[in-house]
């Protein structure tokens, strides 16, 4: 007897093989092989018209070749002056130059060029004696041990202090105390940290149930004024 496994194990059969499908008409046996289907097949005047191509319009006109012949009258014609006069390419506004170049073109006699003892002289910085100073200084800085000024400048020149109750940032890493890592939780504060134990609303758990304390529980005077409902203002007729 064939077990569940080589039944599972049979391919299945294939239904769209001709020999195999039946037909849709009531038959004792399966009809012949020909080449030919046992079904005439008869379009209906609709379908015959839908299956013709679509015809052109009548007023279309082929396309004609992107070449263009180009007539013997067109390759004898001469241009008129003023057609010559047109051709011509508009010329720019008097003043008009062109853009500079990006990289200035330098002279081969620049580039070959040596500088004369004046002019190595003229390229030096100005040299200015200071009488307080035994070096000397260039004319962009400023001999400041022979100038005097006065308290406002002093005043302005010196930076600005900060408020007398302005706090720094406080570091991002704060260091720990040597005490505060060596520490050990006690059992009190163990309990503390747990969470409270609640359970599920699967297992049972009524989030309405309200607990003994909070009936017991007495509201403060502060309590019951803050409960009262604010006065509404009635207008005397």
């Known amino acids: 007897m064939a077990t569940r496994i080589d039944r599972l194990a049979q391919p299945k059969p294939n239904l769209l093989k001709f020999p195999d ?28 018209q839908i299956t013709q191509s679509k015809k052109p319009n009548a007023r279309f006109n082929i396309r004609r070749s992107p ?28 003043g008009w130059q062109p853009p500079r170049p990006l990289l200035p073109i330098i002279n081969k006699a620049v580039k070959t060029a040596v500088a004369s003892s004046r002019i190595c002289q003229l390229a030096h910085p100005k040299k200015v004696s200071c009488p307080s100073m035994t070096q000397t200084c260039s004319s962009s800085e400023i001999c400041l041990s022979s100038a005097k000024f006065s308290a406002r400048t002093y005043l302005l020149a010196s930076p600005k202090q900060h ?42 758990y009524d989030f309405y149930t309200v607990s003994s304390a909070a009936r017991a529980a007495t509201a403060s005077p502060r309590l019951q004024e803050l409960a009262l409902p604010p006065a509404r203002r009635c207008r005397t007729k």
């Open 21 to 48: 499908r039946r037909s849709v008409y009531w038959l004792d046996k399966l009809p012949a092989k020909s080449n030919s289907y046992t079904t005439a097949f008869d379009l209906t005047p609709r379908w015959l």
């Open 163 to 204: 408020h007398p109750q302005y706090s720094p940032d406080r570091p991002v890493s704060s260091p720990l105390a040597k005490c505060v890592l060596e520490a050990v939780a006690s059992e009190r504060l163990q309990m503390l940290a747990t969470p409270k134990p609640r359970k599920p609303l699967f297992e049972g």
């Open 67 to 94: 070449e263009w012949k180009v007539s013997a009258a067109a390759l004898k014609a001469r241009p008129s002056d003023r057609l010559c006069s047109l051709a011509e390419p508009r010329m720019p506004v008097d």
